[in-house]
């Protein structure tokens, strides 16, 4: 039987906003069940223009809360429990990532990030990667432009979605930012607290950047401890409207006119999603619809247009994906290609997971991740456990919470609507198949992880040109 074949684009260009909920953009039909709070429309126009002019997943779910895992999975198309990153940062990558196997086909890599600690060299995530560029997407477009006559892989991370909510860094907000931070402190009487108990950083900042984070990050954890959960949930949708217009809306109309003028496929997706509540800390200890649904939007040339697709997709599918329409290799991955044709076509179900892997105490966390950026030996990785888990499959979900000894804590069956997740009671046949397919899952042996490495002499010099202190 003869291959079919596909479309072979010259360009493919990914793009991932950090924490960005599925339905956080206006063009966006569904209707989660924890209701954001805030006081005007949503501010989405460049990503509602591409949904109406290309093809938008409406029910892809992430293989993990926490950005390292989270890309991990997209970039080797296989889950977290066989590439070996199932945590927030504790392993390396143990399979060959879309920037490994485009390299070695002579395709140019480029690479941009505002969280070069968690999706950088100490993870394995620049394996491959020709340009790596930190928080600098105008120096990484224009070296995708200066290359628009060769083969490119591009991938552009943007983390002001995540918090602090729309600024990331002084460089992005030398004004606004360090307003905002004192009129949360006024407003809701917070004094910024004399020591810290998360110091976790996906970025290097010293000086006032540094401070400005603990000091925001004092808020949010003040606002939690008193459940001003709408409160939050404020913070973070202004901080979106601020992200785009400030930063984004301009960058992405220089995509779309490199898109529209050449060979190109754009892919613009989140890692996680974000949501306040008693069991769900923003997102890294959630596995709620909220964090878990994240949106999927895919343009450019051959792509069905105006298109929403409500069959579940996976994050794992978007390597296999890029894969067929491309010249990256993408053989023997979890993930399954979906075709961009008919994006509708499913001839099979898919079945999703994800899970929640903690070590319980985020200063030992803190401590291990500043040990390995200060170039120490090697050292072994922290032992984790499984915290909580969930399975899609179908119209149904079933989520688990095991509790420090490891013993199933909660088990809640949810039916899955394309829209939303709806409690439902147990179904005894459903709940048996659910967890039968996540024994079989937890079963998986991952590939041998690379211990995590020393930050490397090359990346080092870089940061200390930018004015990083490593």
Same mark, same amino acid.
């Given at each position: 039987?003869?291959?079919?074949?596909?479309?072979?684009?010259?360009?493919?260009?990914?793009?991932?906003?950090?924490?960005?909920?599925?339905?956080?953009?206006?063009?966006?039909?569904?209707?989660?069940?924890? !209701?954001? /709070?805030?006081?005007?429309?949503?501010?989405?126009?460049?990503?509602?223009? $591409?949904?109406?002019?290309?093809?938008?997943?409406?029910?892809?779910?992430?293989?993990?809360?926490?950005?390292?895992? /989270?890309?991990?999975?997209?970039?080797?198309?296989?889950?977290?429990?066989?590439?070996?990153?199932?945590?927030?940062?504790?392993?390396?990558?143990?399979?060959?990532?879309?920037?490994?196997?485009?390299?070695?086909?002579?395709?140019?890599?480029?690479?941009?990030?505002?969280?070069?600690?968690?999706?950088?060299?100490?993870?394995?995530?620049?394996?491959?990667?020709?340009?790596?560029?930190?928080?600098?997407?105008? +120096?990484?477009?224009?070296?995708?432009?200066?290359? !628009?006559?060769?083969?490119?892989?591009?991938? %552009?991370?943007?983390?002001?979605? @995540?918090?602090?909510?729309?600024?990331?860094?002084?460089?992005?907000? !030398?004004?606004?930012?360090?307003?905002?931070?004192? +009129?949360?402190?006024?407003?809701?009487?917070?004094?910024?607290?004399?020591?810290?108990?998360?110091?976790?950083?996906?970025?290097?900042?010293?000086?006032?950047?540094?401070?400005?984070?603990?000091?925001?990050?004092?808020?949010?954890?003040?606002?939690?401890?008193?459940?001003?959960?709408?409160?939050?949930?404020?913070?973070?949708?202004?901080?979106?409207?601020?992200?785009?217009? @400030?930063?984004?809306?301009?960058?992405?109309?220089?995509?779309?006119?490199? &898109?529209?003028?050449?060979?190109?496929?754009?892919?613009? %997706?989140?890692?996680?999603?974000?949501?306040? +509540?008693?069991?769900?800390?923003?997102?890294?200890?959630?596995?709620?619809?909220?964090?878990?649904?994240?949106?999927?939007?895919?343009?450019?040339?051959?792509?069905?247009?105006?298109?929403?697709?409500?069959?579940?997709?996976?994050?794992?599918?978007?390597?296999?994906?890029?894969?067929?329409?491309?010249?990256?290799?993408?053989?023997?991955?979890?993930?399954?290609?979906?075709?961009?044709?008919?994006?509708?076509?499913?001839?099979?179900?898919?079945?999703?997971?994800?899970? &929640?892997?903690?070590?319980?105490?985020?200063?030992?966390?803190?401590?291990?991740?500043?040990?390995?950026?200060?170039?120490?030996?090697?050292?072994?990785?922290?032992?984790?456990?499984?915290?909580?888990?969930?399975?899609?499959?179908?119209?149904?979900?079933?989520?688990?919470?095991?509790?420090?000894?490891?013993?199933?804590?909660?088990? +809640?069956?949810?039916?899955?609507?394309?829209?939303?997740? &709806?409690?439902?009671?147990?179904?005894?046949?459903?709940?048996?198949? $659910?967890?039968?397919?996540?024994?079989?899952?937890?079963?998986?042996?991952?590939?041998?992880?690379?211990?995590?490495?020393?930050? /490397?002499?090359?990346?080092?010099?870089? $940061?200390?040109?930018?004015?990083?202190?490593?």
């Amino acid at each position: 039987m003869k291959k079919p074949s596909y479309h072979q684009y010259q360009h493919v260009i990914m793009i991932s906003l950090d924490s960005l909920r599925n339905d956080c953009i206006t063009a966006n039909p569904s209707n989660l069940p924890n !209701k954001l /709070s805030r006081r005007t429309k949503f501010k989405t126009t460049m990503l509602d223009y $591409l949904i109406k002019r290309g093809t938008y997943f409406n029910n892809c779910i992430s293989a993990a809360p926490y950005t390292s895992a /989270s890309h991990a999975a997209y970039f080797t198309g296989c889950w977290p429990r066989r590439n070996g990153v199932y945590e927030f940062f504790n392993r390396q990558i143990g399979r060959p990532t879309i920037f490994e196997l485009a390299h070695l086909k002579k395709i140019h890599t480029i690479f941009q990030t505002d969280f070069p600690i968690i999706l950088g060299d100490s993870l394995g995530f620049t394996r491959g990667v020709d340009k790596y560029f930190i928080e600098s997407e105008s +120096a990484a477009f224009a070296e995708l432009s200066r290359s !628009k006559d060769r083969d490119t892989l591009s991938f %552009f991370h943007f983390g002001g979605i @995540h918090y602090p909510y729309g600024f990331h860094k002084l460089k992005f907000a !030398k004004i606004d930012f360090p307003k905002k931070v004192k +009129a949360l402190e006024r407003k809701f009487h917070i004094t910024p607290a004399a020591n810290q108990a998360d110091m976790l950083d996906e970025s290097y900042r010293h000086g006032r950047d540094k401070d400005l984070l603990l000091r925001y990050k004092t808020i949010i954890d003040t606002l939690w401890s008193r459940r001003e959960y709408d409160e939050l949930h404020a913070l973070y949708v202004d901080g979106i409207d601020y992200f785009l217009k @400030h930063r984004f809306n301009k960058f992405i109309k220089k995509i779309i006119d490199f &898109v529209d003028t050449t060979n190109s496929l754009l892919i613009v %997706f989140a890692d996680h999603g974000e949501n306040w +509540a008693a069991d769900s800390r923003g997102h890294s200890n959630a596995i709620n619809d909220a964090v878990l649904r994240v949106p999927v939007i895919v343009y450019g040339k051959g792509v069905a247009k105006n298109t929403v697709v409500s069959n579940l997709i996976r994050t794992i599918d978007i390597m296999p994906t890029i894969g067929r329409y491309s010249k990256i290799p993408a053989a023997n991955l979890d993930g399954r290609p979906i075709s961009l044709e008919k994006p509708d076509y499913a001839p099979l179900p898919r079945e999703a997971f994800a899970q &929640v892997w903690r070590v319980g105490d985020r200063l030992k966390i803190y401590k291990h991740q500043q040990r390995i950026l200060k170039g120490r030996k090697m050292i072994r990785p922290l032992t984790t456990k499984l915290e909580k888990e969930a399975v899609y499959r179908g119209r149904f979900a079933l989520n688990r919470e095991y509790d420090g000894n490891g013993e199933l804590a909660r088990e +809640a069956l949810y039916m899955n609507t394309g829209q939303r997740l &709806v409690l439902t009671k147990p179904i005894a046949g459903t709940l048996a198949d $659910l967890r039968k397919r996540l024994r079989k899952y937890n079963h998986i042996k991952p590939k041998k992880s690379r211990r995590i490495n020393k930050v /490397s002499r090359s990346i080092i010099a870089d $940061l200390h040109n930018l004015g990083y202190r490593v």
